[in-house]
């Protein structure tokens, strides 16, 4: 069946011209979105907008009419043999489309939409069916109740256990049912992508996935000092945060000594000053210092929050492309722990470790931001196995200046193929889940 009578024209002659979608709506006043919405016949058009698009086509409205009309003959034609068969008068179609439009329109309109929605139903079953972080996390979900229900069991048939028993087994149950709450999360995130950019998501979720604790990543100024003590920051964040697991204690102390040893390397007010002549371009700024480019990255993600000072994202992934560590800001959203849209210059850098690489990103969601990406070693190279990989982005909002300014390549990209509107995309693996 047609999936549409006006828009897959106006599609057509835009691709015969060779304009792209974004170029044609920014001459035309209207997002790329929008035009988009326009071609799939997602949004009627008419008046004033139509007759721009066919000015800026240079399409002649009188074909464009004709064609329009065989166009709904044709598919009421097919909708009425898949439908009715014998007992529908097609030979009174012509007819029917010339005295009444309007309802010509509102048929091919629900048919098209019966059509659209079953074949999200079709897609949407078959991922469920196939999912693997859908299998992962009910196995996950499946695990914690078990233990929950066992531990509660004991608990109600050993009334007489001794008290420091009971306080581990009850100490037990709390954690199992935070882990099933984290899980539980994850998956609605999964499944509904704007749960991540919620404020509750963002709190629950950081770089570390210390998923029980609204502790995030950033500027700390108590482990600036090469002798502060790492045992004491913790015990400062938990003071602060409240309890946490065992995972989250060793996650946020694995992190705090890292920031202390490249603060150490790298001492604030000699960085800050190289930064601005360098425009904080890492690759620039790991020379100067002769430093790792990935502690470069770390460094500048962490920087205090100035006016003169841009505000960094990071993230690092392992060479599957599970994230190890992220610091997101407003410009750009982040995995929590899978992989990200393919196009991202971090995964690109992974096939050529140690040559750095420079884009400007133009999310479908976000702000255009500069990014710098490297891949290098993370493991001893043992012989005849090549080493294991470990790739960095960091990323900054273009808002002007000499960032704006320099001369790299830009790239189109999303945030996960799942949930990604960009439908011209080469580098697709998935459609959009609600297309």
Same mark, same amino acid.
């Given at each position: 069946?047609?999936?549409?009578?006006?828009?897959?024209?106006?599609?057509?002659?835009?691709?015969?011209?060779?304009?792209?979608?974004?170029?044609?709506?920014?001459?035309?006043?209207?997002?790329?979105?929008?035009?988009?919405?326009?071609?799939?016949?997602?949004?009627?058009?008419?008046?004033?907008?139509?007759?721009?698009?066919?000015?800026?086509?240079?399409?002649?409205?009188?074909?464009?009419?004709?064609?329009?009309?065989?166009?709904?003959?044709?598919?009421?034609?097919?909708?009425?043999?898949?439908?009715?068969?014998?007992?529908?008068?097609?030979?009174?179609?012509?007819?029917?489309?010339?005295?009444?439009?309007?309802?010509?329109?509102?048929?091919?309109?629900?048919?098209?939409?019966?059509?659209?929605?079953?074949?999200?139903?079709?897609?949407?079953?078959?991922?469920?069916?196939?999912?693997?972080?859908?299998?992962?996390?009910?196995?996950?979900?499946?695990?914690?109740?078990?233990?929950?229900?066992?531990?509660?069991?004991?608990?109600?048939?050993?009334?007489?256990?001794?008290?420091?028993?009971?306080?581990?087994?009850?100490?037990?149950?709390?954690?199992?049912?935070?882990?099933?709450?984290?899980?539980?999360?994850?998956?609605?995130?999964?499944?509904?992508?704007?749960?991540?950019?919620?404020?509750?998501?963002?709190?629950?979720?950081?770089?570390?996935?210390?998923?029980?604790?609204?502790?995030?990543?950033?500027?700390?100024?108590?482990?600036?000092?090469?002798?502060?003590?790492?045992?004491?920051?913790?015990?400062?964040?938990?003071?602060?945060?409240?309890?946490?697991?065992?995972?989250?204690?060793?996650?946020?102390?694995?992190?705090?000594?890292?920031?202390?040893?490249?603060?150490?390397?790298?001492?604030?007010?000699?960085?800050?000053?190289?930064?601005?002549?360098?425009?904080?371009?890492?690759?620039?700024?790991?020379?100067?210092?002769?430093?790792?480019?990935?502690?470069?990255?770390?460094?500048?993600?962490?920087?205090?929050?100035?006016?003169?000072?841009?505000?960094?994202?990071?993230?690092?992934?392992?060479?599957?492309?599970?994230?190890?560590?992220?610091?997101?800001?407003?410009?750009?959203?982040?995995?929590?722990?899978?992989?990200?849209?393919?196009?991202?210059?971090?995964?690109?850098?992974?096939?050529?470790?140690?040559? =750095?690489? /420079? #884009? %400007?990103?133009? !999310? &479908?969601?976000?702000?255009?931001?500069?990014? *710098?990406? @490297?891949?290098? $070693?993370?493991?001893?190279?043992?012989?005849?196995?090549?080493?294991?990989?470990?790739?960095?982005?960091?990323?900054?909002?273009?808002? =002007?200046? /000499? #960032? %704006?300014?320099? !001369? &790299?390549?830009?790239?189109?990209?999303?945030? *996960?193929? @799942?949930?990604? $509107?960009?439908?011209?995309?080469?580098?697709?693996?998935?459609?959009?889940?609600?297309?």
């Amino acid at each position: 069946m047609a999936q549409g009578v006006l828009g897959p024209q106006l599609q057509e002659a835009r691709r015969r011209k060779r304009i792209k979608q974004r170029d044609l709506a920014a001459r035309l006043g209207i997002s790329a979105a929008y035009l988009n919405l326009i071609e799939h016949d997602k949004r009627r058009i008419a008046g004033k907008l139509l007759n721009d698009i066919v000015r800026e086509l240079d399409i002649d409205q009188a074909v464009l009419t004709r064609n329009t009309k065989t166009l709904y003959l044709e598919t009421l034609q097919q909708i009425a043999r898949a439908r009715g068969g014998a007992q529908i008068e097609l030979e009174k179609l012509p007819e029917f489309i010339s005295r009444y439009p309007g309802w010509s329109d509102l048929i091919l309109t629900l048919a098209n939409e019966t059509e659209a929605q079953s074949a999200v139903i079709n897609q949407l079953t078959e991922q469920l069916a196939h999912d693997p972080v859908l299998r992962e996390t009910i196995h996950l979900i499946l695990s914690k109740v078990t233990a929950i229900r066992s531990t509660s069991e004991l608990l109600a048939e050993h009334g007489d256990m001794a008290e420091t028993v009971r306080v581990k087994f009850c100490q037990n149950i709390a954690e199992e049912g935070a882990r099933l709450t984290e899980q539980a999360e994850n998956l609605l995130s999964h499944f509904d992508p704007s749960v991540i950019a919620s404020e509750q998501s963002q709190g629950a979720r950081q770089a570390n996935n210390s998923n029980d604790i609204e502790w995030k990543p950033q500027y700390e100024p108590n482990l600036e000092s090469p002798d502060c003590d790492l045992l004491d920051y913790a015990k400062h964040v938990e003071d602060r945060f409240g309890s946490m697991s065992d995972d989250s204690r060793l996650q946020i102390l694995e992190w705090a000594k890292r920031y202390n040893r490249i603060a150490t390397l790298l001492p604030l007010g000699d960085l800050q000053t190289a930064a601005r002549q360098h425009d904080f371009n890492p690759f620039t700024l790991a020379q100067h210092f002769e430093c790792p480019v990935k502690d470069m990255m770390f460094r500048l993600a962490h920087l205090p929050e100035e006016e003169s000072t841009p505000a960094f994202g990071f993230i690092e992934v392992d060479n599957a492309g599970g994230v190890l560590f992220r610091k997101e800001t407003s410009a750009l959203r982040l995995p929590t722990r899978s992989g990200a849209c393919p196009r991202w210059p971090l995964y690109r850098a992974l096939s050529q470790p140690g040559q =750095g690489i /420079t #884009a %400007r990103l133009n !999310p &479908v969601e976000g702000t255009v931001c500069l990014a *710098h990406a @490297f891949a290098q $070693s993370s493991s001893t190279h043992w012989t005849d196995i090549p080493p294991t990989l470990s790739s960095v982005m960091l990323y900054r909002e273009v808002s =002007g200046g /000499t #960032a %704006r300014q320099q !001369p &790299v390549p830009q790239i189109d990209v999303g945030f *996960h193929c @799942f949930v990604c $509107s960009r439908e011209e995309c080469s580098d697709r693996r998935q459609r959009y889940q609600s297309l």
